[in-house]
């Protein structure tokens, strides 16, 4: 036989190896009680929620209500889902003795358990289409089935179905000023000894940057955005703002009077407006979050587009801007479904993860050791923010060593709480390519893949003989 002929079927063997794997592992999945128990619930709750959520009354507020636990739902589930299958179908194979049949078999470790890792992945996949689809189809059909008014459809097009990119004014360089004010407390010794120097040096750059989004009676505010570029030039663009005051008004109500457009057509005295600047006179609630409404025109022919805020003198009060969400403009960059597959394309890379982290640790750890194993990456990259943020006081004596200790082992944990597509979807944020990009690059690509060859390492030159506990 030519030797090429030979290599040929020898790739068609170990492929049909790696498949004969896969679909076992499904197989196997699928006779197991707990995975049943999950989908049942999945296809009865589902369409529960969608008929009795009512979120905040509105259309807008049930729809997010509902994509937002159904997302979730999904989400815990098939992740539970994950794990459990995962860890079970290598360990149990070691723990009946299978693993010695399928040993002796034309077919290497490293290959068993890549069929494995397919088989796992193909049934999240196929789970999570399924699902996705039916949330999908439901919110699709609420506005339809809860009889809203062609003003209500309107609303929630503009709001909810659709993938509004956001831009967010840049932060003014003020690294210069906190030195100088940091040299100047120092001394005066007015340095508290309970922080460090990092946490002081933070807290001058917060101060700093407040007050230059911070404007007194009388005087404005200009954000300047370029390549704002609008999905369809008859669309509309939003500004989204939130206030807060120095001092409380009676009516906690502040008086505001907005430009957005072509600024610059005032900044250098143009005599013919080219694009037109709409003027808004408003009276908003403070630390409550608004919208303001824009026809797309509004921005230049090269993707200019300013927004103005102007402290009325009335108010007698210092009008600032959070510096997270303090304001934004938003613009339809994307459809509503193709966003929806961004969502579930994080989902499926957070899967994928879960899957190789779980046939990894199942290689040397028995069933339960390597399920709680499990549990516990996943219960702590779902609240990485908040464990990082909790280190960071740690400051002083053994509390430092051990932060140091910690930051650099929890960097290898993924972060799901920093990448939830389900806040991108309420909010009608777009989910861009770079997002979408970093995910798949670093929770895949990286830390999913060093996880997988330690486990394929391990149990290559593991004794499978031996018992293990």
Same mark, same amino acid.
């Given at each position: 036989?030519p030797?090429?002929?030979m290599?040929?079927?020898? %790739?068609?063997?170990?492929? =049909?190896?790696?498949? $004969?794997?896969?679909?076992?592992t499904i197989? *196997?999945? !699928? /006779?197991? +009680?707990?995975?049943?128990?999950?989908i049942?619930?999945?296809?009865?709750?589902l369409p529960?929620?969608?008929?009795?959520?009512?979120?905040?009354?509105?259309?807008?507020?049930?729809?997010?209500t509902?994509v937002s636990?159904?997302l979730?739902?999904?989400?815990?589930?098939?992740?539970?889902?994950?794990?459990?299958?995962s860890?079970?179908?290598?360990?149990?194979?070691?723990?009946k003795?299978?693993?010695?049949?399928?040993?002796?078999?034309?077919?290497r470790?490293?290959?068993?358990?890549?069929g494995?890792?397919?088989g796992?992945?193909?049934?999240?996949l196929?789970?999570?289409?399924?699902?996705?689809?039916?949330?999908?189809?439901?919110?699709?059909?609420?506005?339809?089935?809860?009889?809203?008014?062609e003003?209500?459809?309107?609303?929630?097009?503009? %709001?909810?179905?659709?993938? =509004?990119?956001?831009? $967010?004014?840049a932060?003014?360089?003020?690294? *210069?000023? !906190? /030195?100088e +004010?940091?040299?100047?407390?120092?001394k005066?010794?007015?340095?508290?000894?309970?922080l460090?120097?990092?946490?002081?040096?933070?807290e001058?750059?917060?101060?700093?940057?407040?007050?230059?989004?911070?404007?007194?009676?009388?005087?404005?505010?200009?954000?300047?955005?370029?390549?704002?570029?609008?999905?369809?030039?008859?669309?509309?663009?939003?500004?989204?703002?939130?206030?807060?005051?120095?001092?409380?008004p009676?009516?906690?109500?502040?008086?505001g009077?907005w430009?957005?457009?072509?600024?610059?057509?005032?900044?250098?005295?143009?005599?013919e407006?080219?694009?037109?600047?709409?003027?808004?006179?408003?009276?908003d609630?403070?630390?409550?979050?608004?919208?303001?409404?824009?026809?797309?025109?509004?921005?230049a022919?090269?993707?200019?587009?300013?927004?103005?805020?102007?402290?009325?003198?009335?108010?007698d009060?210092?009008?600032?801007?959070?510096?997270?969400?303090?304001?934004?403009?938003?613009?339809?960059a994307r459809?509503?479904t193709?966003?929806?597959?961004?969502?579930a394309?994080?989902i499926a890379?957070?899967?994928?993860f879960l899957?190789?982290?779980?046939?990894?640790?199942?290689?040397?750890?028995?069933f339960?050791?390597?399920?709680l194993?499990?549990?516990v990456?996943?219960?702590?990259?779902?609240?990485?923010?908040f464990?990082f943020?909790?280190?960071?006081f740690l400051?002083?004596?053994?509390?430092?060593?051990y932060?140091?200790?910690?930051?650099?082992?929890?960097?290898?944990?993924?972060q799901?709480?920093?990448?939830?597509p389900?806040?991108?979807?309420?909010?009608?944020?777009?989910?861009?390519?770079?997002?979408?990009?970093?995910?798949?690059?670093?929770?895949?690509?990286?830390?999913?893949?060093i996880?997988?060859?330690?486990?394929?390492?391990?149990?290559?030159?593991r004794?499978?003989?031996?018992?293990?506990?």
């Amino acid at each position: 036989m030519p030797p090429g002929r030979m290599s040929r079927v020898g %790739e068609s063997s170990k492929m =049909r190896s790696l498949w $004969a794997v896969a679909k076992n592992t499904i197989a *196997q999945a !699928v /006779r197991m +009680k707990v995975a049943v128990i999950f989908i049942i619930l999945l296809i009865i709750l589902l369409p529960v929620m969608s008929f009795s959520m009512p979120g905040d009354g509105t259309l807008k507020g049930r729809l997010q209500t509902f994509v937002s636990y159904g997302l979730g739902l999904t989400n815990l589930l098939l992740c539970l889902l994950t794990i459990i299958v995962s860890t079970y179908t290598l360990s149990s194979d070691i723990k009946k003795r299978q693993i010695y049949t399928i040993l002796t078999k034309p077919i290497r470790r490293f290959e068993l358990l890549c069929g494995k890792l397919l088989g796992v992945i193909l049934l999240d996949l196929v789970l999570l289409v399924v699902f996705c689809g039916v949330i999908y189809g439901l919110a699709i059909s609420i506005p339809a089935i809860s009889g809203a008014d062609e003003q209500q459809i309107e609303g929630v097009n503009n %709001e909810f179905f659709t993938a =509004r990119a956001t831009l $967010a004014p840049a932060l003014v360089d003020v690294s *210069q000023e !906190v /030195r100088e +004010k940091y040299q100047q407390l120092r001394k005066q010794g007015q340095l508290p000894d309970t922080l460090s120097t990092a946490r002081v040096i933070a807290e001058l750059t917060r101060q700093k940057e407040l007050e230059k989004r911070a404007v007194v009676p009388g005087n404005a505010l200009v954000w300047e955005f370029n390549n704002v570029r609008p999905f369809e030039p008859n669309d509309r663009i939003f500004v989204r703002f939130k206030y807060d005051v120095s001092v409380n008004p009676p009516d906690l109500s502040v008086f505001g009077r907005w430009l957005v457009g072509d600024y610059r057509q005032y900044q250098f005295g143009a005599v013919e407006m080219k694009t037109p600047i709409y003027v808004f006179d408003r009276k908003d609630l403070i630390r409550t979050f608004h919208e303001i409404v824009v026809p797309a025109d509004a921005v230049a022919s090269d993707g200019y587009l300013a927004v103005v805020f102007q402290n009325i003198p009335i108010n007698d009060t210092v009008v600032i801007f959070p510096l997270e969400e303090g304001l934004e403009v938003l613009y339809k960059a994307r459809s509503f479904t193709s966003n929806f597959i961004w969502a579930a394309s994080v989902i499926a890379a957070r899967l994928i993860f879960l899957a190789a982290l779980g046939i990894s640790v199942s290689t040397w750890l028995s069933f339960p050791v390597a399920i709680l194993a499990c549990l516990v990456v996943y219960f702590t990259g779902s609240m990485s923010g908040f464990v990082f943020e909790s280190l960071a006081f740690l400051t002083v004596g053994w509390g430092r060593f051990y932060g140091y200790l910690a930051r650099p082992v929890l960097r290898l944990l993924p972060q799901f709480d920093q990448f939830n597509p389900t806040e991108n979807m309420v909010s009608a944020r777009l989910l861009g390519w770079s997002f979408l990009g970093y995910v798949f690059g670093v929770m895949v690509c990286i830390k999913a893949v060093i996880i997988w060859i330690l486990g394929v390492v391990i149990f290559t030159y593991r004794e499978v003989a031996k018992v293990t506990v």
